[in-house]
């Protein structure tokens, strides 16, 4: 039973996640509790840094995962799998895969390089006065010196990522972010226990993330009998290059505008509403991103695997995998945003805490607008698996429809147009627009499959939500 466990896909996603949030929550509550105001905020901003340098991957390692996992399948063309029948032998074609890998290897190199262009000339400026009002400013540049440098492999290694992710070693390479989570949190709570400063913080958190991408390159040369070390040999490929960017840059602009819009009313509400308003709505969506993370799990671990199943001709297997891995995904989104409605007031007072939960009225209504976001988000990922890539179009249309609706519905709702301006772009455009697609390159009769996966959990979502607005 371990031994299944621990080779799920689905199981170790969720065991890397819960790793992650952990991590996050620990190292938080040790350097809030232990170290200066000004020392926490430059933390603060150092993590936030790191978010924006990986913003440079820009859908590339999702891309060559998914790449890899065609020719795995067998294929050796990389281009449009919308309606074509089986492209592949069903055996891995290691040729093509040595192509993608040296292709890879060196786009992401070029990239990390560019990732420390960027640290240096755009973000160390935004750090200067932040930085220049610490006791010790020299440690804390010297930490962000090894915060560039670290952070670059660690960029570098994503390639280690997307070839795992491409082989369909999801558990493996799940299991290893989880180890090296819960490492760096062990080592970043005990070297803030003991008194050190930002600097040793920096060092030990970096320390493991290095450690754990040099863990990802063994893993590579231990699947499929060390193939990985003969895979790169193979010249740099500029058609593979040109075909991997055409999708990439399309999946980073979609997932820009996706982020920015949610992420972005965050910010600019923290401008105009009181701290109070600002500190709970801001929570909110602290909890929505965990929810919605951990929904994601079933059927996002799937994705290599269906890929290589789209490539097989397999069509009837990748909808039933698909069909199975979206309704546990809306089972664990709405469980996960009940319980946090019924669960988070209460547990906020027991602390006494000065930070309060939304209220139940707006909370019902984010649960209601983001399972439609769900929804679209798995049907897009459904798609995505024919390598024609439109998260740009509906991403980016349904986000010019939202922002200008969320300003116009706020002087009347308040902070529920945001969830409300969401609802209204997504069933206007995003939801038919991503159906219609999908049920075409599948031969899918739509109405039956959302029966058979989406119709039981917002059944139960909307009982839910009844009952935290009127009791």
């Known amino acids: 039973m371990f031994k299944q466990m621990a080779e799920s896909r689905t199981l170790m996603t969720w065991y890397s996640f819960a790793a992650k949030t952990l991590n996050a929550g620990v190292v938080l509550l040790m350097v809030l509790a232990n170290m200066p105001d000004r020392a926490v905020a430059v933390w603060q901003l150092f993590l936030v840094t790191l978010s924006i340098q990986f913003l440079l991957d820009l859908g590339f390692s999702q891309t060559f995962a ?219 969506i602290k909890v929505l991103d965990t929810v919605i993370l951990f929904s994601q799990a079933p059927l996002y671990s799937q994705l290599p695997r269906m890929a290589r199943m789209r490539t097989e001709g397999r069509i009837t297997k990748q909808i039933k995998l698909a069909r199975r891995g979206m309704t546990l995904g809306y089972s664990v989104y709405v469980a996960g945003m009940l319980a946090a409605g019924v669960l988070i007031p209460p547990l906020l007072d027991l602390l006494e805490s000065d930070t309060h939960f939304v209220d139940a009225e707006l909370w019902a209504l984010m649960t209601l607008a983001f399972f439609i976001v769900r929804h679209d988000a798995m049907l897009l990922q459904m798609y995505t698996l024919t390598n024609r890539i439109v998260w740009h179009i509906v991403n980016g249309v349904t986000c010019l429809i939202a922002a200008p609706l969320g300003i116009l519905l706020y002087t009347r709702m308040g902070i529920d147009a945001v969830p409300m301006a969401l609802l209204i772009a997504h069933t206007a455009f995003f939801t038919w627009f991503i159906a219609g697609r999908v049920s075409r390159a599948f031969r899918l009769p739509l109405v039956e499959f959302e029966i058979k996966t989406s119709a039981v959990p917002a059944g139960v979502m909307l009982v839910g939500v009844v009952l935290l607005m009127y009791l």
């Not at 192509?99 to 160390?124: E, K």
């Not at 997932?255 to 308003?277: F, H, P, R």
């Open 66 to 284: 998914r790449v890899i996992a065609y020719a795995m399948g067998g294929s050796s063309q990389l281009e449009d799998f919308e309606y074509a029948g089986p492209t592949g032998a069903g055996e891995p074609n290691w040729a093509k895969v040595g192509q993608i890998v040296t292709t890879m290897s060196r786009t992401f190199m070029l990239l990390a390089v560019a990732l420390v262009v960027m640290s240096v000339a755009l973000l160390t400026p935004a750090l200067w006065t932040p930085i220049e009002k610490l006791a010790n400013p020299g440690d804390a540049w010297r930490a962000w010196a090894v915060l560039v440098a670290s952070s670059a492999w660690t960029f570098y290694g994503l390639q280690y990522s997307a070839f795992l992710q491409g082989v369909d070693e999801v558990a493996k390479w799940r299991r290893g972010e989880a180890l090296a989570a819960m490492v760096s949190a062990t080592a970043c709570a005990g070297v803030v226990f003991l008194g050190h400063g930002l600097l040793a913080l920096v060092v030990a958190r970096q320390v493991v993330y290095v450690g754990h991408t040099f863990y990802n390159r063994w893993l590579c040369t231990r699947v499929h009998d060390g193939r990985w070390r003969r895979l790169r040999r193979w010249p740099f490929d500029r058609d593979t290059f040109m075909h991997v960017w055409s999708r990439s840059w399309r999946t980073g602009v979609g997932m820009l505008a996706s982020i920015g819009l949610i992420q972005g009313s965050g910010l600019v509400y923290a401008q105009m509403a009181t701290a109070a308003e600002a500190a709970s709505y801001l929570l909110a």
